[in-house]
């Protein structure tokens, strides 16, 4: 998702910030964001985040699965356990570094729960 500046002619500094998806703007999503706290907000992310990793690790586990050979993916004692951690932090790595694109589908779903949650109380 991209953000958009919303600002005046004049070149007064930006109002609000429209975050886009698939290129146009998502005023649902604006909207949702402005009722849902910035800890949740936080929190949402972090969740997202956490998700778009299984998800990575899981490809990844399944990638290295069938190496064989020498060397670090090799088929030694040992080297399942090293695998799966090595797989892990990848994940983590690249979710972190913005991942896939499936955390901000989350992230955004997230949210706008979490705004109809807000709304219905």
Request: hydrophobic fraction near 40%; charge should be positive.
């Amino acid at each position: 998702m991209q953000a958009a500046s919303i600002g005046t002619a004049n070149g007064a500094p930006p109002k609000a910030s429209i975050p886009h998806i698939n290129g146009r703007p998502d005023y649902d999503f604006a909207a949702a964001l402005a009722k849902v706290s910035p800890q949740v907000q936080a929190k949402a992310k972090a969740t997202a985040q956490d998700f778009e990793a299984v998800f990575l690790n899981s490809m990844f586990s399944q990638m290295t699965s069938g190496l064989n050979g020498e060397g670090p993916f090799g088929n030694t004692t040992g080297t399942g356990v090293w695998r799966s951690m090595l797989t892990e932090q990848y994940s983590r790595q690249f979710a972190k570094a913005g991942g896939v694109g499936i955390s901000s589908e989350v992230y955004r779903t997230l949210i706008l729960q979490q705004a109809r949650r807000i709304t219905q109380s």
